[in-house]
């Protein structure tokens, strides 16, 4: 997980369009998709129960849906 957190930080201050960190995290074999966040921000880790999320754009609407990296447990 510690890897993984530090390999999705580096994608993400290297890459300012949210479109490119996307493809490039697909292209690394995460699964990114766009999921509710709620509030927090970039890099945000939320842990679920079957899953960690780590948030990697900008939230919008109600719910702050945004592209996350989802890592499964």
């Not at 697909?26 to 927090?40: I, L, N, P, Q």
Request: aromatic share 6%; net charge positive; proline share 0%.
């Amino acid at each position: 997980m510690k890897t993984d957190l530090k390999n999705i930080q580096k994608v993400v201050s290297d890459n300012r369009l949210v479109s490119d960190r996307v493809i490039k995290l697909r292209d690394m074999g995460y699964t990114v998709k766009e999921c509710a966040m709620g509030s927090g921000g970039v890099l945000q880790v939320k842990e679920m129960k079957g899953e960690t999320r780590i948030q990697v754009g900008y939230g919008k609407g109600k719910h702050n849906y945004a592209y996350a990296v989802i890592i499964k447990k």
